[in-house]
């Protein structure tokens, strides 16, 4: 990733952003459901399988990022 054009900077920036207050709001998320969930191994179980998702979903993004700032 070139970050030395500041175009791609202000890109890569909005992007770190944005991915911060998904993920604030994914562990908000998370929280909730484990704290009120009617049954704490389904919780954890949905829990950890959208964690892995979440986390999936971002190395793509960040990949495609990174290709598109050549």
Not at 1 to 25: E, H, K, Q, T
Request: glycine fraction near 6%.
């Amino acid at each position: 990733m070139n970050l030395s054009n500041p175009n791609n900077l202000l890109i890569a920036g909005i992007y770190f952003i944005l991915v911060g207050i998904m993920s604030l709001f994914s562990l908000f998320g998370v929280y909730i459901l484990i704290r009120y969930g009617r049954s704490v191994p389904f919780s954890i179980t949905l829990s950890v399988l959208y964690v892995f998702f979440f986390l999936t979903i971002l190395f793509q993004s960040y990949h495609n990022l990174s290709l598109l700032l050549v």
